[in-house]
């Protein structure tokens, strides 16, 4: 409204707007430019002449992000003759080689696109009755009706047209092993089509796991007897097992290795995995005399985005039966579960981790949401202090006198701390640095206290006194936890101040070095660990 609708080349704001980004960086075609678009619209996007001389086979494919409303369409036509006339793209049935080709009817009665998609979406179809021809314009067309319930369009983006090899093995994706606690050796799940011209009997795959500094680490080659047709496709689980070195992110890279390929650009996908310290989170769960009805269970770990690490449908369950899940979380990660069973298929439900237990009777109220168990795996390491205590202060003025300090430690991880450096620095001075050892050694969860060797010799005015642990046992293993190593502590000390006069003092607070001081509940310590 009050804008002329229009497709336009643009690059999209960076997580926010439509699309939130584009499908390959950084341009994308689109009408309006992402923004919400007017009644009565219709408008192309016209590609250039392309030459199509001597193709075989030809098939046309993109990515498009949709936001349509009912009603309203955008469709693909091709022109053979410079644009004078042009034809609608059918959905030609072809369960293989199509892909997501039109969903609904626009106004004029055209076969369309017209739903929200929430993000991009691969659509393919074959047009080998464009084969051999040297001059196909494709366009892509908007249409909206006068309805008033409009949407932000359509996002286009890697418009490709096609001319398939004899032999092409394509990896379009790898999906396992996902991350997890400590993995030794792993199964890799694949996926390959077959983007080619022939059937493939047979496909060599190589496996390679690469380290952070892109340096093979473990490599191996399997054949699968797929007898693959053209476009089609199979999800694959390796026989072999790729050995992962301890700890750190590796990239999972799968390659066909096709003799006489046409496309080596398709060969190869990948994925991040990381093995990783953490711990097992347990549940027991009881069903009752029967089974009612559909529900189901999911455990959510929660690093930087939430991760679905077990599912399981209740209505699945036998009667009577007592089940146990375990499943190992990175340390640090927040645990979530979510009970969805409103027929009440499980009775009793119980979750285990390490520090931590929760049991829950259900009985009228079967639905639990994320709120109901909360839990997180503590660090493999982390060693924290928790107090600065200046030893003398409680109860009475800050003076300028001296101050034995004293640190509360904690050990806040499930590895037992033998040994731990214990750092304190006092305004601009240099940093006291002792080391703490433990006999025996100190558990999770266990506190102890250090005093410093050297008392604090306070002077008037405000100091900021900090202390933190670092090198827990010796260092041989990071501190996985650093935000709760450090505490703070101020102090504002009294001054002494001379009258000008036996019977005269006078102070407008305009002086800092003279001013009172405020001792109030938190006067002294500042919550920062």
């Not at 626009?106 to 659509?123: I, L, N, Q, R, Y």
């Not at 009475?396 to 620095?425: F, R």
């Not at 090198?471 to 002494?496: K, M, S």
């Amino acid at each position: 409204p009050g804008v002329q609708d229009k497709w336009s080349r643009f690059k999209p704001s960076t997580g926010s707007g439509f699309p939130v980004a584009a499908y390959s960086p950084q341009y994308v075609w689109g009408v309006n430019g992402g923004r919400l678009y007017a009644i009565n619209t219709d408008v192309q996007l016209v590609s250039p002449f392309i030459d199509l001389s001597n193709s075989d086979s030809t098939f046309i494919q993109f990515y498009m992000d949709r936001e349509i409303a009912k009603g309203d369409g955008v469709h693909v036509e091709y022109s053979l003759n410079r644009g004078e006339t042009w034809r609608l793209i059918p959905d030609d049935g072809n369960t293989l080689a199509t892909v997501n080709w039109y969903n609904n009817i626009d106004f004029e009665g055209v076969p369309s696109w017209a739903d929200t998609t929430g993000g991009f979406k691969m659509s393919r179809i074959k047009t080998t009755y464009l084969d051999d021809s040297s001059e196909v314009l494709f366009r892509f067309k908007f249409v909206s009706n006068e309805d008033d319930n409009i949407g932000k369009g359509v996002i286009v983006d890697n418009f490709n047209v096609i001319n398939p090899k004899t032999f092409d093995a394509a990896v379009t994706g790898v999906f396992s092993p996902l991350s997890y606690c400590d993995i030794d050796s792993a199964q890799v799940e694949f996926k390959v089509e077959n983007y080619g011209k022939t059937l493939l009997p047979s496909i060599p795959i190589e496996f390679s796991i690469i380290d952070e500094n892109n340096n093979v680490v473990s490599i191996a080659n399997e054949t699968f007897n797929l007898n693959l047709d053209v476009f089609d496709t199979a999800r694959v689980t390796s026989n072999r097992f790729l050995k992962f070195p301890p700890y750190g992110n590796y990239k999972v890279q799968v390659r066909a290795n096709m003799p006489g390929d046409g496309d080596s650009r398709n060969d190869t996908a990948f994925k991040y995995t990381e093995s990783y310290y953490g711990c097992d989170v347990t549940l027991r769960f009881s069903t009752g005399l029967a089974i009612s009805g559909p529900g189901s269970w999911e455990v959510l770990v929660n690093n930087k985005a939430p991760e679905k690490r077990l599912f399981e449908k209740t209505d699945s369950l036998q009667p009577t039966t007592t089940y146990t899940r375990t499943v190992c979380v990175k340390d640090s990660q927040e645990v979530k579960v979510n009970l969805k069973d409103p027929n009440g298929n499980i009775l009793r439900f119980e979750l285990f981790g390490f520090g931590y237990r929760y049991w829950e009777t259900l009985g009228g109220n079967p639905n639990l949401n994320s709120d109901g168990y909360e839990w997180i795996c503590p660090a493999k390491l982390s060693m924290g202090v928790t107090d600065i205590n200046l030893q003398g202060l409680e109860g009475n003025l800050p003076l300028a006198i001296s101050y034995p300090i004293e640190v509360s430690l904690q050990n806040n991880g499930i590895d037992s701390v033998d040994n731990v450096k214990v750092n304190l620095k006092i305004d601009d001075q240099a940093v006291i640095t002792e080391l703490k050892t433990f006999t025996p050694e100190l558990r999770y969860k266990d506190g102890k206290t250090h005093l410093f060797q050297d008392v604090w010799v306070a002077t008037p005015g405000l100091h900021k006194i900090k202390a933190w642990t670092s090198d827990p046992n010796n260092g041989n293993f990071p501190d996985t936890r650093i935000e709760d190593d450090t505490a703070y502590f101020e102090l504002n000390v009294l001054d002494t101040v001379k009258a000008v006069s036996v019977n005269n003092y006078c102070n407008d607070f305009e002086n800092v070095s003279k001013s009172w001081r405020g001792l109030n509940f938190s006067t002294y310590k500042i919550e920062g660990n």
